[in-house]
């Protein structure tokens, strides 16, 4: 199955900022997920990401608050913008496609995110 | 659209004993059925996966599900609990295909005692 390499792993950041999570995959997918999963909670689809098209958002997330990059078929970045305090959570990211249908689901070891 | 339910946000058994999770699915087409494991401060692994083989599924550190379409459920057993079981299972569900999201469950939070 692949293998994701998801950083930063933690970080602290400051209201108002921005902060890009990077995830690198060892094999070319076709499909990445990023999800997010808030303190206690399960979790949720932010949005899915091809390459080579705009990410597709899950209701109650937008693109100006997330933007997603997926500028080839083994990398892919979320932002999260102008960041509040509510966006303390952990972020993870995921890949599907033809090796998830033999291998299941990856996921990235996940970014826990405080924003203070 | 799809979902699951996971019955009980707290399991608690004692060591040596059967560790049952329960999930129940809801899908309009065919699906696919995973647990993942979550320790503390860790990300997602996978436990097992059901997808449309057989109904009996095996995964690893001992878990099997049982996929029932007559009861739409999908439950996670283990015969004899250890302590390095605890952690928080999730049961997830998508369409067939591995080009479709995960839908989570909302988590069950196993602790195993002495």
């Known amino acids: 199955s692949a293998v994701i390499s998801q950083k930063p792993s933690r970080d602290i950041c400051q209201r108002g900022t921005s902060l890009t999570i990077q995830c690198q995959v060892d094999s070319q997918v076709t499909m990445m997920f990023w999800y997010r999963q808030q303190p206690g909670q399960s979790l949720t689809l932010i949005a899915t990401?091809?390459?080579?098209?705009?990410?597709?958002?899950e209701s109650g997330f937008v693109i100006d608050k997330f933007p997603i990059s997926r500028p080839n078929l083994t990398f892919s970045t979320l932002t999260v913008s102008n960041m509040s305090p509510e966006d303390s959570s952990i972020y993870l990211c995921?890949?599907?496609?033809?090796?998830?249908?033999?291998?299941?689901?990856?996921f990235g070891s996940g970014t826990r995110l405080t924003v203070v | 659209a799809q979902s699951v339910t996971q019955l009980g946000s707290h399991v608690s058994v004692s060591e040596g004993a059967l560790v049952l999770l329960r999930c129940n699915y809801s899908s309009s087409v065919p699906p696919y059925l995973f647990w993942y494991v979550q320790y503390p401060n860790q990300g997602l692994q996978l436990l097992l996966k059901y997808t449309s083989a057989a109904t009996l599924v095996k995964g690893i550190n001992g878990f099997e599900a049982e996929f029932k379409k007559s009861e739409t459920s999908f439950h996670l057993t283990k015969p004899s609990a250890h302590m390095s079981d605890a952690a928080e299972y999730f049961c997830a569900v998508s369409k067939t295909g591995g080009g479709n999201k995960l839908t989570f469950g909302t988590g069950t939070q196993l602790k195993v005692e002495l």
């Open positions: 990401a091809n390459q080579g098209s705009e990410a597709t958002y």
């Open positions: 995921s890949v599907g496609g033809q090796a998830a249908s033999n291998y299941g689901y990856t």
